[in-house]
């Protein structure tokens, strides 16, 4: 009897114990699934966001973008109002993980971040409204393959885990690609290796990867405002460039100052991608050179697998910073103050093809910005960024010798319209004037000579009248 009660005792122990240590499903339950206590292994997170996009499906639109080498889904969790519906007025927002396969923290918190959201939904006001208004893409794994070699206990791999044959003999000569030097931009020029052995190998060719191609062809068949990939470690945000080949970025004093904004949240150090090191071919210069997204990375934690009892720490730091990039997608410059950028046309002409528009910002904030022309058909378009109380002249090729109007706007790149002003925001001019025109114009003088002879002869008449009476 005395012997059940202590088996009896020892299992209420054992069972406590294990709740004491268990973690969320949003970490990973500590299944012996995984080799790294504390975080869960690929298949576990899969099994989450089946569970998100079953229980909540009325805001939630699980895709399958892309396949790995190894046969895994690459999975985008989309979490809107509308998630089966593309809504153009709503912004995206691309939140990305695990890019590097031993970086396992930077898969949990972007999961962590999509649970929050779809759980508060119908209790916190606050985040009711920022998945009402945006359209948020959470891709928790770029790498499955990687991650799950590494979370199996190889913390020391960084890559994916495609063999690379790069002489074509059908002898592999390395094992995996860094998909963070994968991207198409300056594509393998600084700080890459392209030794196939290499951690930093960039690929054979850019896009070369599974993995990079899913998201570069889920960001070009949306319009992403932000993205957010997260990396460990280092308590950092960076934005562009990561290179040191291109020139200063046009929103440089844009990105500065959301990231500023963001570290309030976590109190993470902000700096641009190259002052720690150059390199090319990552997801943030490929995401600011070829779309008019702002892309961020945040380093998380102090160590590539902080414990997992630090976890949920982490995600509280990151969580404000994420949602306050919901805060502003409609509007990014909010970051940089309340005041109107106030952007305007001073003056604008058309000579032979060739149109002269004088642009000015009137603002006390730099702002980069879509100049346009179209007449017909014909269209023109170049990015410009205008220091405070700037004027730039431009001159800008237009042909369409049958239009008599032309038309000239002027906007933020980032659809802040509110910073516009509305009447000065576009200019019509007209050119050539034609004869008929001309003729017109004639015609219009003559009835009106006509009209006020008339006039004039109709009150002599009736002055004349009123005399003789």
């Known amino acids: 009897m005395n012997r059940s009660k202590r088996i009896i005792s020892l299992a209420i122990f054992l069972i406590f114990f294990s709740q004491i240590f268990s973690i969320s499903s949003i970490q990973g339950d500590s299944s012996q699934a995984s080799e790294v206590y504390g975080y869960p292994d690929y298949s576990q997170i899969e099994n989450a966001l089946f569970q998100l996009n079953s229980s909540y499906s009325s805001i939630c639109a699980l895709h399958a973008i892309g396949k790995t080498y190894e046969g895994r889904t690459i999975w985008a969790l989309k979490i809107s109002d509308n998630p089966n519906v593309d809504e153009d007025d709503e912004p995206d927002i691309l939140i990305m993980g695990e890019h590097h396969a031993k970086e396992l923290i930077s ?28 359209e948020v893409w959470v891709v928790p794994v770029v790498n499955p393959d990687g991650y799950e070699y590494a979370v199996q206990g190889h913390l020391d791999w960084r890559k994916n885990r495609r063999p690379v044959d790069v002489n074509g003999d059908g002898v592999p000569d390395g094992v995996g690609v860094d998909l963070n030097r994968n991207y198409a931009h300056h594509w393998g020029e600084q700080g890459v290796s392209h030794d196939p052995q290499s951690d930093i190998y960039c690929g054979p060719a850019p896009f070369s990867e599974n993995e990079t191609r899913a998201i570069r062809n889920l960001v070009l068949s949306h319009h992403f405002v932000f993205s957010v990939s997260f990396h460990s470690y280092g308590q950092i945000i960076y934005y562009p460039w990561g290179n040191s080949i291109d020139p200063p970025p046009m929103d440089r004093s844009l990105m500065e100052a959301i990231a500023k904004q963001m570290s309030g949240y976590n109190l993470y150090r902000v700096m641009e991608g190259k002052e720690t090191y150059s390199t090319t071919g990552d997801s943030d210069d490929w995401l600011y050179a070829n779309t008019s997204c702002l892309p961020f990375t945040i380093e998380l934690g102090k160590e590539f697998v902080p414990p997992p009892q630090y976890i949920n720490e982490i995600f509280m730091k990151n969580d404000g910073a994420l949602l306050y990039l919901l805060s502003i997608s409609h509007n990014p410059y909010l970051a940089l103050s309340t005041d109107k950028t106030n952007l305007r046309i001073d003056s604008f002409d058309v000579n032979s093809g060739n149109a002269s528009i004088i642009v000015e910002n009137q603002g006390n904030y730099s702002v980069s910005a879509y100049v346009n022309i179209s007449a017909g058909d014909a269209r023109n378009t170049t990015k410009i960024l205008l220091a405070p109380h700037e004027k730039e002249a431009l001159n800008m090729g237009i042909s369409c010798p049958s239009c008599r109007i032309y038309n000239a706007s002027i906007a933020s790149v980032h659809g802040a319209q509110e910073w516009n002003i509305s009447d000065n925001s576009a200019v019509f001019f007209v050119y050539p004037p034609s004869e008929d025109v001309h003729n017109a114009h004639y015609t219009i003088y003559a009835l009106a000579a006509f009209g006020l002879i008339v006039l004039l002869s109709t009150v002599a008449y009736l002055f004349k009248k009123h005399k003789l009476h």
């Open 107 to 134: 898969a949990v918190i972007p999961l962590m971040f999509a649970e929050s959201l779809v759980h508060n939904y119908s209790s916190n006001p606050e985040v009711r409204e920022y998945v009402d208004s945006n």
